[in-house]
């Protein structure tokens, strides 16, 4: 697998000017490059905000050899303890495991999904989507934008 950072996310969301949220894409990759056995092969990491500013998707994901996908994902959403009612979700066309978590920071709503399967570890973090919201459809469509089979 490889992993590319797409020019627009989902329907037609800009590459997002926030220092802040670009900073934190890239410290995922930082973790992310520990859970894999070896060096990633591509890695992505960048943010999304739509045009009237009140959405945004941060990005993050390393393509390389991952040993225990289920491991991996235990130990990405134990590093995030403040995410609640983490469930399995679908992973999308490109399989393996993917769960979904609920959050709060600085008083937006923060919906968490990740994937792991045995060549990459990723996560696509929703800011400001109502708190009722499902993110699991979204996923799903920002996953297929990012991660293309290597040919």
């Known amino acids: 697998m490889h992993l590319d950072k797409p020019e627009k996310l989902l329907s037609g969301w800009p590459e997002s000017t926030s220092g ?14 520990k859970l894999l056995s070896g060096e990633p092969t591509s890695a992505v990491g960048t943010a999304y905000t739509t045009l009237d500013g009140q959405y945004s998707a941060v990005v993050s994901g390393v393509s390389g050899k991952v040993t225990d996908p289920k491991a991996a994902l235990d130990t990405l959403f134990a590093a ?19 769960r979904c978590g609920k959050g709060e920071t600085q008083g937006v709503n923060v919906d968490v999904c990740a994937w792991a399967d045995h060549h990459s570890i990723g996560m696509v973090a929703f800011l400001g989507f109502l708190k009722s919201g499902n993110p699991d459809s979204q996923f799903v469509r920002a996953r297929s ?5 290597v040919t």
């Open 20 to 33: 802040t949220l670009s900073e934190q894409a890239q410290q995922n990759v930082s973790i992310f490059e």
């Open 80 to 98: 995030l303890p403040r995410l609640s009612d983490v469930k399995p979700t679908r992973p999308g066309p490109m399989g393996g495991e993917a």
């Open 145 to 149: 934008q990012i991660e293309h089979p």
